[in-house]
């Protein structure tokens, strides 16, 4: 029996070579005329086999909108090496999902929805900052072989919440938990004051009982102050054997969604030690303090 298509009739088969992309027309396919069984995935277009496709790529327009930008379409186009095309059908997919607000035009702004604020809210919800806390607290504590330490504020002192030490040196830093410090001589207080407003933290400065622990006890108010600006523009504070002698701190503040300080981190040790790796021990402290805090919603701003 003849097969139905014999190549010696008019089968009224089209051939794909012959077939101009650009003189097709999206709009006129009726999406329930396709029979998904007859597509060959190999014919699918270079830019849908992409393995930045259309999910990657809503992921990362959903991901500059969570780092506070308002962007417009164009700015996305050229961010992402985009086609128009490409980048309308992405945001048409993200509006039609309710995660984004946008007017359909090229230079609209691109907005979270309300869907999206509730999602954000629903993952801070379920984050337990203190148990993620101390996951990140025992890498940091691995990463440089030195004691790790997290405190939380009460009232005018830091009282510690964890302690993490895996290091087998013969000297480091005794067992602090449940400990308190004076927030002015610790390098988790002065970098939970150097995050606070300016009435905050006059109120802290006119209230605050200066006491000297060791030669290095800043009591002077004024010096206090000069030093949390310092400490506020690089985002880490210094203990210099201020309250302990022979023992250097760094600390960073961990800041919620709109950046007020949560708890301080830091990173404690035989004054020399520290000192001598001290460009690692910031830049890993600083990496330590903002991913907890990303997790808290927090999205600095470049």
Request: negative net charge.
């Amino acid at each position: 029996m003849d097969h139905p298509y014999d190549a010696g009739t008019d089968s009224g088969l089209i051939d794909p070579g012959s077939i101009d992309p650009g003189s097709i027309d999206p709009g006129s396919i009726d999406p329930g005329s396709i029979d998904p069984g007859s597509i060959d995935p190999g014919s699918i277009d270079a830019d849908k086999q992409n393995p930045i496709g259309t999910l990657q790529r809503g992921l990362a327009i959903l991901g500059v909108l969570a780092s506070g930008e308002q962007p417009t379409v164009g700015s996305l186009i050229e961010r992402f090496d985009l086609s128009k095309s490409a980048a309308f059908r992405v945001l048409m997919t993200l509006r039609e999902h309710e995660l984004i607000e946008w007017d359909s035009t090229l230079n609209g702004v691109v907005l979270p929805s309300v869907r999206s604020v509730h999602l954000g809210m629903a993952g801070l919800r379920a984050f337990d900052p203190w148990e993620h806390g101390r996951v990140e607290l025992v890498r940091l504590a691995q990463q440089l072989d030195e004691a790790a330490l997290m405190a939380v504020r009460d009232g005018d002192e830091m009282v510690y919440i964890a302690h993490e030490d895996r290091s087998d040196h013969a000297v480091g830093v005794r067992r602090l938990l449940g400990s308190r410090r004076p927030m002015y001589c610790s390098s988790l207080g002065k970098a939970f004051l150097s995050r606070l407003d300016e009435a905050d933290l006059d109120s802290y400065l006119q209230r605050a009982e200066f006491k000297v622990f060791t030669p290095t006890t800043i009591t002077d108010p004024d010096q206090l102050r000069r030093e949390l600006l310092e400490s506020r523009t690089r985002g880490w504070a210094i203990d210099r054997a201020e309250h302990e002698s022979g023992v250097m701190c760094f600390g960073a503040a961990v800041v919620d969604h709109v950046g007020q300080p949560v708890c301080s981190i830091s990173v404690a040790g035989p004054y020399d030690r520290i000192n001598e790796g001290r460009d690692h021990i910031v830049a890993l402290l600083m990496q330590t303090a903002r991913s907890i805090s990303e997790r808290l919603g927090h999205a600095p701003r470049n």
